[in-house]
DNA sequence: AAAAAATCACCCTTAAGGGGGTATTTTTTA
DNA sequence: TAAAAAATACCCCCTTAAGGGTGATTTTTT
């Protein structure tokens, strides 16, 4: 057995106080290195691939590119990279943008040191890792309405044509009949209080029905 | 300042070993109490109310009613319940279907203790506690396909048929003409070999495009 | 036993969507 | 700074998948 080779961190961050002090706390308290420090996206991104992170701390809120766009061109930049964010947004449509962009991990900048050389030992071995807050956020975008005036099946009907099924297509796949489709669809459609496929789709996103 | 009640736990789960073990442990080692435990849903449904709990340890794979569409009955009955999911099974549908209906959490059978105590008092603070596995599939089911051959705009209105918008709403909401939406969406029907709106979509969700 | 949910059928009508072609302006990138 | 890519806008034509109305039987729940 020999010992692994020391993960390689990067921290993208403007705030010169907050990131000389996590990287200080990453080089003195963990096995990883910090290996550079960047104050924005623009200044790293010419330099950052020769620097091979393992890891890259992100923060969202960055001058010229921010946090979100900086994420997919990080990735093609490198593609194997993790990327953790660290932001004070905590808005859900930043969360979820930051995880659909390919972030590995998303963390509030209260977070501990301790709590994110943690995040990285995770992101490494393949977790996900969130601070609670966070997490409830993900969860709660994931929920669906507990109180819709729709039967199972209508339910199941009005998510098939959410993801574009046909009546045709909705009957072959629940093994019933196009007309049946239909009387469903007219039901949701009362239901619902709209008269179109359309509507019906955008209030089912609205009040998470499906 | 006086000391909080104690909160109240129950567990459901048809194995008797797991469940004896969790509720020994739990009471002896943390500031909760454990006011009952049920081998199955069908066994608790009549008399949980009653156990006034304010965390459910849900097993997923039970004789009877699952956990997962025991979920949505476990909230009828009891509204402001924090119920989190212990299961061996840890594809992404079953994550996904718990945390849809109403889990607030979710492990897997091998965490120990500890941790999940550390759950129940997460949960309680509003937090959604995951294991880090779980977290990982959460976000990947959340990922968006980065080598989209999509423009930004394309996307942007892809995202819109996908939630039901029509072409006189699309236009609207971008500021442009009904005329170049019809363009963008000539070019993204070319670009994924489609062509129907309703085909668009399915590839959309199929390819994670938006 | 009653109510709710799920199933199937026939008629009739149209708006929203889709195909083809062309062209200018703006932005990005090499 | 030249070339390429992306975004914008218009015109003509055409059809299908979707929606509305009405009625009825069977299965499942309560």
Request: avoid cysteine.
């Amino acid at each position: 057995m020999y010992s692994q080779p020391e993960s390689r961190i990067v921290i993208i961050e403007d705030d010169q106080t907050i990131r000389e002090g996590y990287a200080y706390l990453i080089n003195h308290t963990s096995p990883y290195q910090v290996v550079a420090t960047y104050p924005s996206f623009d200044a790293a991104k010419h330099k950052i691939s020769k620097d091979q992170p393992d890891v890259i701390i992100l923060d969202i809120q960055l001058p010229g590119t921010n946090g979100i766009d900086a994420l997919p061109l990080l990735k093609k930049l490198l593609p194997q990279v993790y990327i953790i964010m660290l932001t004070v947004y905590e808005t859900e449509k930043t969360i979820l943008d930051a995880l659909a962009n390919g972030a590995s991990g998303y963390f509030t900048k209260n977070t501990p040191t301790a709590k994110l050389i943690e995040a990285i030992k995770d992101v490494l071995n393949g977790g996900g890792p969130m601070s609670p807050d966070v997490a409830k956020t993900v969860i709660l975008s994931l929920q669906k309405n507990p109180d819709s005036p729709l039967t199972k099946r209508e339910t199941q009907i009005l998510e098939l044509i959410t993801i574009g099924k046909d009546r045709g297509q909705i009957a072959k796949e629940l093994f019933i009949e196009v007309e049946t489709v239909k009387t469903h669809t007219k039901n949701i459609y009362t239901k619902l209080n709209v008269n179109s496929k359309a509507e019906a789709i955008q209030v089912a996103k609205d009040k998470r029905l499906v």
